[in-house]
T-cell receptor, first 113, second 110 residues
Framework: DTAVSQTPKYLVTQMGNDKSIKCEQN?????MYWYKQDSKKFLKIMFS???????INETVPNRFSPKSPDKAHLNLHINSLELGDSAVYFC????????????FGPGTRLTVT | EDQVTQSPEALRLQEGESSSLNCSYT??????LFWYRQDPGKGPEFLFT???AGEEKEKERLKATLTKKESFLHITAPKPEDSATYLC???????????FGSGTRLQVQP
């Protein structure tokens, strides 16, 4: 199936730990994104990479570090997790051009205890 | 700053009862307005993109329209399987990121 996939789907961890979330897309897109969906269901952009280059870096604590080893993969590493980091994190991808439709992965629900 | 406001927050319909969802937006220059459907525990699923005022798009029982200030998602004769949260998002000229509204939770009862 052509899609955006994320692992893991669920992540439960304690405050202070370091964790990573992985994303892969096989749609042939060249731009990938990380969004955070809080308890009120707002989706907010965190980062975006285009051809492995960071192009969007919103106001996000520097404990969050994205990495894109190639156009098809985007990872998110979070250091020193805090309670407020609990949310659902979505990866998305799009293709540069006239239409910037973004396709989303299934999400990773992160719970920090 | 780009802003998107969706109303109502929640909507309960009987099967076959048509209605509309509203998305009001403020953006410096609109590149595109997007509608997504999100089911519980899943990622947003792309539905439509609208690029200019007056444009309309249709898919099954859904029809999206766009003016210079708002977009409507019309649902004609909805079925229970149309129950979901519908998200509206805008993309400003020169930006890649989408700015999302908080969504409308639609419940269609049989």
């Amino acid at each position: 199936d052509t899609a955006v996939s994320q692992t893991p789907k669920y992540l439960v961890t304690q405050m202070g730990n370091d964790k990573s979330i992985k994303c892969e897309q096989n749609l042939g897109h060249d731009t990938m994104y990380w969004y955070k969906q809080d308890s009120k269901k707002f989706l907010k952009i965190m980062f975006s990479y285009n051809n492995k280059e960071l192009i969007i870096n919103e106001t996000v604590p520097n404990r969050f570090s994205p990495k894109s080893p190639d156009k098809a993969h985007l990872n998110l590493h979070i250091n020193s997790l805090e309670l407020g980091d609990s949310a659902v994190y979505f990866c998305a991808s799009s293709k540069t051009g006239d239409r910037f439709e973004q396709y989303f992965g299934p999400g990773t629900r992160l719970t920090v205890t | 700053e780009d802003q998107v406001t969706q109303s109502p927050e929640a909507l309960r319909l009987q099967e076959g009862e048509s209605s509309s969802l509203n998305c009001s937006y403020t953006v410096s220059g609109l590149r595109g307005l997007f509608w997504y459907r999100q089911d519980p525990g899943k990622g947003p699923e792309f539905l439509f993109t609208l690029y200019s005022a007056g444009e309309e798009k249709e898919k099954e029982r859904l029809k999206a329209t766009l003016t210079k200030k708002e977009s409507f998602l019309h649902i004609t004769a909805p079925k229970p399987e149309d129950s979901a949260t519908y998200l509206c998002a805008v993309q400003a000229t020169g930006r890649r990121a989408l700015t999302f509204g908080s969504g409308t939770r639609l419940q269609v009862q049989p």
